[in-house]
């Protein structure tokens, strides 16, 4: 493994024709997430794992005023220009991670060849007055006003059960909190991105979609949304939750695997 730029990690295939996979995680999250898929993935396939604005080693947000997923795509771009590589792209992505994914592919920011997806959060999608959107704006309202571990509190026992966050370990609790506002970030950014459904239906590269049993009713929202739209979807459901590719890497990472050697 080699780091290309600050946050954002390289593991070259044997052959130098061999697929390449981008990987981008969860908010309050950072490649690492990947740890075991990459092991899976290394030394077939040219893996390059991103740690996200504000997470892992990369860069925080340069500006927290309108702050938006374009924000995250230069680092990205510029790293592939510097590997020089030339085939298209496989991209995989959980969550916020999945929402720029769809973004990558729908404004062609990159060459992709295919998507691989665990509930991206493209809360955007939803009607203002729909059940999914009111949840997730009645999350986002819960954490204004609030101190960085209150809101992270919030937003990590949203996503996985009441009592969450504080059965963590101290050290783990640390850095949570200390990603906060990059959390408040990327939700300013899902819930106001320009794209819409007519965009993400000139998505024509094939899309796994994968969603978790127990997941939220936003997440789900989405899910549906994406699903009714996208030209080339294949929908599989995991017995997990929103945090399956952490969770439940056992039961994930073989559908990923093997959807990214089929479309390869």
Known sequence: MKDL???????????????????LHSSQSASSQWRELIQQLAGSTHVIAVDLLGYGKAPAAKSSAHFRLEQEIPRIKESLEKL???????????????????????????????????????????????????????????????????????????????????ALPAKIQGLMVGQAAKVALDFDALLNEPLTLDDYQQVHQPVLLLTGEYTRRSAKAVVRALAATLPKVQEREVAAGHMGPLTHPVEVNPLITDFIKGAL
């Open 5 to 23: 730029a600050d946050g954002i990690h390289y593991w070259p295939a044997k052959s130098a024709e061999a697929g390449v996979v981008v990987l």
């Open 84 to 166: 020089d590589i030339s085939q298209p792209v496989t991209l995989i992505g959980h969550s916020y991670g999945g929402a720029l994914a769809l973004k990558l592919a729908a404004e062609q920011w990159l060459d992709v060849h295919s998507l691989a997806l665990y509930e991206p959060v493209s809360f955007h999608v939803l009607p203002e007055d729909s059940p999914g959107m009111l949840e997730i704006r009645e999350v986002s309202e819960a954490m204004h006003g609030k101190d960085a571990t209150e809101c992270t509190r919030h937003f990590v026992d949203y996503w996985n059960q009441a009592g969450y966050f504080d």
